[in-house]
């Protein structure tokens, strides 16, 4: 009989980092663990100074990284009692484009001394949304110069993405960008500190650093268009050598294994994102079929066939060839503020009375205003909200796009608010649906996963009401960490007892639920009007017919900054 392995997935979210030990065989979750990071996010102060950070900003403290494998792994082997010698694989996942400065042996700015009070020597975590000024300018100076890679994007690179993120730090503090020998996604940066060996993958090169396996990086001369200083930005500060998914970084290094109690020289695969992980988790990775990661933000991914022309699909984050699974095209777009709206407006918009009822009944805030607000009928609440309130990802590409609520009265109440959120977030997406069906890229099936799918039901149903789809669920209440343990076993091979490859792992070891949510007509068809009031606004607001949000934001900029 052949013997029994397991592999790990470590999934680094927003707020925490997540460990799950999984059954190679069928991918049955044995033991998980979560580690919250002690610093978070960081958007105020820098930790233990008074120093300030403007706004847009958001950073992460690396070291918060290295304490979720020091504390999650040995969690979950004391907890499952697996013996290390049985763990084949250990894979990563991370929110991306996360990014930092390091020095050539991979110790991040921000941990020496002489750089810790410069916000700049930090990790910029996906959602510092402060290089908008660069990536305007990335944006114009590649279509005056004719460059194509701009169409991979669908039209625009976000700020959110590496090289505007690269550029603010060159702007912004120069010395920062000259003692940093290397620029580096926190996921590859992970793996660097398993393996001790600096590699990097084809996912966030490819859809967060404009590189693709046909053409590379832009030329350098385009680099030196934005800024002569960012020339040789690739060679000096990143690599041209590239590992697909699902290969192997290297072996765990001494002290890795020393962090984990896992054993040196287990088998680490090559880093990855926490969307594109996801998606072998359905049990599949057939083509055409969408799946939504709902949590904070939403990213939306989906394989498509190959083609000579790479399609065109406005607003997308990207299609990268062998970005999800080695040998189709990827596509991601998304969704910047999801779970994040609603976390808003509990904190800032909900009165007293409904907590205090709430704890009554022992019940969270949002499965309250949920049951509130299962109880209208969509359309009754008079409310039409855009759900911009971290700027707008796909289709628009622009981060200083603003929320709203519109439609309300003195008769408004919060579980009508909270009910207009949830569907602005749906109409958000049958945007997106609508532009890749409308682009030549079908999308025959729609799969979520993610915390939210779990937490809100209501929301799913809306989502079902408003894109007409039929959604199914993941059944992993951990589908990121668990895509990264799949990753980790087939980096081990079929001869360790892993995989020969993702598609392989996905048919053993992921799955869907019993349950789907199936669209309800009658709510099908008011939710056809409301769309197509939101489209107006949509246009109307996003495409600058009306720039007032904009204007707001220069003249919030300046107050705060007078
Ligand atoms: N019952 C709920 N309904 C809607 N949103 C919720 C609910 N509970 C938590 N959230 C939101 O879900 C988000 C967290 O999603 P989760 O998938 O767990 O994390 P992450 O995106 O960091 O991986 C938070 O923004 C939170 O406000
Ligand atoms: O942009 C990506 C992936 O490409 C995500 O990492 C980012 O939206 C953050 O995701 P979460 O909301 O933290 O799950």
Redesign the pocket.
């Known amino acids: 009989m052949s013997r029994q392995t397991y592999t790990i997935g470590v999934?680094f979210?927003?707020?925490?980092g997540r460990a799950v030990l999984v059954d190679v065989r069928n991918g049955q979750e044995i033991a998980t663990a979560i580690y919250p990071y002690a610093n978070g996010v960081i958007d105020d102060k820098l930790p233990g100074t008074n120093i300030r950070l403007e706004p847009d900003w958001a950073l992460q403290d690396p070291n918060d990284y290295l304490d979720v494998f020091k504390n999650t792994i040995p969690t979950i082997l004391k907890e499952s009692g697996v013996d290390p010698a049985d763990v084949i694989g250990i894979g990563v996942d991370f929110t991306a484009c996360t990014m930092l400065p390091t020095k050539a042996d991979g110790t991040p700015l921000c941990m020496l001394p002489e750089w810790r009070n410069t916000p700049h020597a930090w990790v910029k975590l996906w959602k510092h949304h402060a290089a908008q000024p660069e990536a305007n300018q990335l944006n114009q100076i590649a279509r005056e110069l004719g460059y194509s890679f701009l169409d991979r994007y669908g039209g625009k690179i976000s700020s959110e993405w590496f090289f505007p993120k690269a550029w603010q730090i060159l702007n912004e503090a120069p010395e920062v960008y000259a003692a940093a020998d290397r620029l580096i996604e926190a996921t590859d940066w992970v793996v660097w500190q398993l393996t001790g060996v600096e590699t990097r993958n084809e996912c966030t090169a490819g859809y967060k650093a404009m590189w693709s396996k046909s053409e590379g990086f832009p030329p350098n001369e385009f680099f030196k268009a934005l800024d002569e200083r960012m020339e040789l930005i690739v060679d000096q500060k990143m690599s041209r050598t590239l590992l697909p998914l699902g290969a192997k970084a290297g072996g765990l290094s001494q002290q890795a294994a020393e962090w984990t109690g896992l054993l040196a020289g287990t088998a680490v695969a090559v880093a990855n994102v926490?969307a594109h992980v996801t998606l072998p988790v359905t049990g599949n990775t057939d083509i055409g079929t969408m799946v939504m990661i709902?949590?904070?933000?939403t990213c939306d991914v989906m394989n498509g066939e190959q083609r000579d022309q790479l399609p065109i699909v406005e607003g997308m984050c990207g299609v990268v060839d062998g970005g999800i699974v080695p040998g189709m095209l990827g596509y991601e777009a998304g969704q910047s503020g999801?779970?994040?709206i609603?976390?808003w407006f509990?904190e800032h918009g909900v009165p007293g009375e409904y907590f205090t009822q709430a704890e009554a009944e022992g019940l969270?805030i949002?499965?309250l205003l949920?049951r509130e607000a299962a109880k209208l009928k969509p359309a009754e609440s008079g409310l039409l909200a855009l759900d911009w309130f971290n700027g707008n990802r796909s289709t628009l590409v622009d981060v200083e796009l603003n929320g709203l609520v519109l439609g309300m009265t003195l008769a408004t109440t919060a579980p009508e608010i909270y009910r207009a959120l949830?569907e602005a977030t749906a109409f958000g997406k049958r945007e997106i649906i609508e532009t890749f069906n409308q682009s030549g890229v079908p999308i025959r099936k729609l799969i979520a996963a993610?915390?939210?799918p779990e937490?809100?039901h209501l929301?799913m149903q809306i989502y079902a009401d408003v894109t007409n789809y039929e959604i199914s669920v993941i059944a992993s209440k951990q589908a990121?960490a668990l895509g990264a343990a799949m990753h980790g076993a087939v980096a081990a091979g079929l001869e360790a007892g892993g995989y020969a490859d993702i598609a392989s792992a996905a048919k053993q070891m992921g799955r869907l639920k019993a349950e789907t949510f199936k669209p309800i007509p009658a709510n099908v068809e008011i939710y056809d009007q409301l769309y197509a009031e939101y489209k107006v606004l949509y246009n109307y607001f996003g495409r600058g017919e009306n720039d007032v949000m904009k204007r707001l934001r220069m003249l919030r900029h300046a107050a705060l900054t007078a």
Request: zero cysteines; hydrophobic letters at 30%; proline letters at 4%.
């Open positions: 999934d979210g927003t707020e925490s926490d709902m949590g904070t933000s999801v779970g994040d609603f976390a509990i969270n949002h499965s949920e949830l993610g915390g939210l937490k809100n929301l990121p």
